[in-house]
């Protein structure tokens, strides 16, 4: 670590009860309506860029309801390995290059996006792909 330096102190976040009728509930619903009525291409990232992969594709579904096709993925090839492990040591040295306080301020970011705006996403895509409740 390049220096000593203050992290924010973690905190909880709300509890959200979704009870019938409330603001998070409909919008769980919502979300849980346009992920499930409409499948999508499941790409992978490699160096920045999402792709799909060069293997066969299969159909990716919800594992409480098989015939439910929540979308499609490739199987990953050995080039599409390659290319990943490429990608992730060309960005190895800049990576490491950065400040502690950079790189937490990524993380932070992907964390107050999961937390705000994609919070509704993220919790119907794994209630729908995982079986998992709120």
Same mark, same amino acid.
């Given at each position: 670590?390049?220096?000593?330096?203050?992290?924010? !102190? %973690? $905190?909880?976040? =709300? $509890?959200?009860?979704?009870? =019938?009728?409330? %603001?998070?509930?409909?919008?769980?619903?919502?979300?849980?309506?346009?992920?499930?009525?409409? =499948?999508?291409?499941? %790409?992978? !990232?490699?160096?920045?860029?999402?792709?799909?992969?060069?293997?066969?594709? #299969?159909? $990716?579904?919800?594992?409480?309801?098989?015939?439910?096709?929540?979308?499609?993925?490739?199987?990953?090839?050995? !080039?599409?390995?390659?290319?990943?492990?490429?990608? +992730?040591?060309?960005?190895?040295? +800049?990576?490491?290059?950065?400040? #502690?306080?950079?790189?937490?301020?990524?993380?932070?970011?992907?964390?107050?996006?999961?937390?705000?705006?994609?919070?509704?996403?993220?919790?119907?895509?794994?209630?729908?792909?995982?079986?998992? !409740?709120?």
């Amino acid at each position: 670590m390049d220096a000593v330096t203050q992290v924010p !102190t %973690p $905190v909880n976040e =709300p $509890v959200h009860s979704y009870a =019938p009728g409330s %603001p998070e509930r409909a919008r769980l619903e919502g979300k849980l309506k346009e992920l499930g009525e409409n =499948p999508i291409d499941l %790409p992978m !990232t490699i160096g920045g860029v999402q792709r799909m992969g060069g293997g066969e594709p #299969f159909d $990716v579904v919800q594992p409480h309801h098989h015939a439910k096709r929540l979308g499609t993925a490739r199987h990953a090839t050995q !080039t599409d390995a390659q290319d990943a492990i490429d990608a +992730a040591l060309a960005a190895a040295p +800049a990576w490491r290059a950065m400040s #502690f306080d950079d790189r937490a301020a990524i993380i932070l970011r992907a964390a107050d996006l999961l937390a705000g705006p994609w919070r509704e996403t993220i919790a119907a895509a794994t209630m729908l792909g995982q079986s998992k !409740t709120v």
